[in-house]
């Protein structure tokens, strides 16, 4: 892993630095900022869900299947989560059936595709769940 890339995706970009990702809405265009503040809000769901967290830092992280996040802001503007690799190797067809088949239960299930996906510590684990299911852009504006 380079120690820093940067990543643009259609909502939010995402600035790796170590072994850190930092997720902050795009400024592409006024859609994907609000829908990037959106999905970081949706993310921070499950930092906050998660035993709370924000409030005791030093808890466990308990879902496995999704990669840590370190740091929501209230404000759907930053969310620092664990970096994964996202190098695919022989056995990741098998991995990623089973990771498929896990987040059945969740509201980012459809959302699941190779590109959201990476290895951290030698588990595929969820990278991108911040799917919120989605708003028509004509009624958000564009």
Not at 74 to 86: I, K
Request: charged share 25%; with cysteine; net charge positive.
């Amino acid at each position: 892993m380079n120690f820093i890339e940067v990543k643009h995706g259609s909502r939010r970009t995402v600035f790796l630095i170590g072994n850190k990702a930092f997720k902050i809405p795009s400024l592409k265009r006024y859609v994907s900022f609000i829908r990037g503040i959106e999905e970081n809000l949706e993310e921070r769901y499950w930092y906050s869900a998660d035993g709370s967290r924000k409030r005791n830092p030093n808890q466990e992280w308990t879902i496995p299947n999704l990669a840590e996040i370190h740091y929501a802001d209230r404000f759907g503007l930053l969310v620092v989560m664990e970096r994964a690799n996202t190098n695919k190797p022989f056995h990741f067809d098998y991995d990623f059936k089973k990771l498929k088949e896990w987040t059945k239960s969740y509201n980012f299930h459809t959302d699941i595709n190779e590109s959201n996906v990476g290895y951290i510590n030698g588990r595929l684990v969820v990278i991108d769940y911040g799917y919120f299911g989605g708003t028509m852009d004509c009624y958000i504006g564009t």
